[in-house]
């Protein structure tokens, strides 16, 4: 069983939203925090935002900031990205992550993640 599952993404219009889901079946990972990397194609991965299980403690990267919002629902062990005023530049496949804080995300080191979830295609086009 997979630790992380994600849901959402798809295509959607300039201006346009869509709210991805990250949950952990099964698992409860309390001290963690969760979030998401994305990478468009020919660019490295990089941090959008997550947030601390316990504590609420949010990152969120400078592009997303204002647009982004990040919540989590612990009860249903599910954190909710809403993604409002897409742009195409956020066109990329988004990875849902869990790490034992904000750290990788504050200083973009996606190598020392160690729990991914399978990636959703977010595609922001006309």
């Known amino acids: 069983q997979p630790l992380l599952v994600e849901s959402g993404g798809g295509l959607v219009q300039p201006g346009g939203s869509l709210r991805l889901s990250c949950s952990t079946p099964g698992f409860r990972l309390n001290g963690y925090a969760i979030g998401w990397f994305r990478q468009a194609p020919g660019k490295e991965r990089e941090g959008v935002s997550a947030?601390?299980?316990?504590?609420?403690?949010?990152y969120y990267a400078d592009s997303v900031k204002g647009r982004f919002t990040i919540s989590r629902d612990n009860a249903a062990n599910t954190v909710y990205l809403q993604m409002n005023s897409l742009k195409p530049e956020d066109t990329a496949v988004y990875y849902c992550a869990a790490a034992g804080g904000l750290g990788p995300w504050i200083v973009g080191k996606y190598q020392v993640i160690p729990h991914w979830g399978q990636g959703t295609q977010v595609t922001v086009s006309s």
């Open positions: 947030i601390t299980l316990s504590e609420g403690s949010t």
